[in-house]
């Protein structure tokens, strides 16, 4: 990595909230690329991830987190101990709330863990864009009053319009201290490829199904195989019952058609190249609730 100019500033971001404020759309919009995957559904980021934006003047690197919230099962406490240790071991930490309504009973738990920690906060109000009128001015005061208590700077925003972000990333910076490249400048993520073609198909998986399926669906990569002309990608598919199998190979296979053709264009986005992509799905009974098997599936337990 090259040497930095002078005043350079480099540092981690945590960022935190509750489910779909839009923590992960914000890390990919900042960093300029699709790495994580986004969706209306809860607990769609399983994995902590890394995602660096690097300016003239200052490396960010963010890491996304699960949501917080209780959880109800083994998959659920892994999720929640990782934001947790998201939250204390960066160096500022970007507390992102939903804009479309006002400050809320899941804000506050999670204020009341961020009031505890020593790092710096900032607060985030997103999706400006879809702010209901007459009412954003009240929800704006909620969110105002809550960073006016703790002396937190707030920034508004919205990750899908981009409107606000140079503000936020100012006050981001602001809060790094001088430092290195952590990452070469090119670099967007810390994950392999692999990983991120993995959670692509999670991603059509939760945008397909719907009720108990998503959150019952794991996805390995077995192989990606590179020729000249194309990319072969081989993954497996875990679901949790036999019925979850049926329902996402759809009748005579139409589901995972869909699936595996929606995956595979975002795959070829993500590696600028043709790709083949086959799909087997395989019941694993209980894997949410394994340990052992949540380690097997990449999961930092
Ligand atoms: P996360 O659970 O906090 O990571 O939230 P996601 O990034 O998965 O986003 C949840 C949903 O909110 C997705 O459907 C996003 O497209 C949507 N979303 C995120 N940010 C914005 C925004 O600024 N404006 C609008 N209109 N939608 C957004
Ligand atoms: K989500
Ligand atoms: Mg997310």
Known sequence: TPTPPKGFRSGFVGIVGRPNVGKSTLMNVMVGQKIAITSPIAQTTRNRLRGVMTLPDAQVIFVDTPGIHKPHHELGKVLVKNARIAINSVDVTLFVVDGTSGLGRGDLFIADILKRSEVPIVLGINKADLQPEPKAQMIDISYQALADENGWPLCKFSAVTETGLDSLKGQLVERLEVGPYYYPPDLVTDQPERFIMGELIR??????????VPHSVAVVIEAVEETPKITNVLATV?????????????????????????????????????????????????WRQSRSHLAELGYRV
Not at 203 to 210: A, C, D, G, K, S
Not at 240 to 257: A, P, Y
């Open 203 to 212: 991603e059509q998986v939760l945008l397909h199904t719907r009720e108990e």
């Open 238 to 286: 875990y679901v949790e019952r036999k019925s979850q199998k049926g329902i996402l190979i759809g009748k005579k296979g139409s589901m995972m058609k869909a699936i595996n053709t929606a995956a595979r264009e975002q795959m070829q986005k993500l590696i600028a190249g043709k790709v083949y992509l086959e799909v087997f799905v395989k019941v694993q009974e209980r």
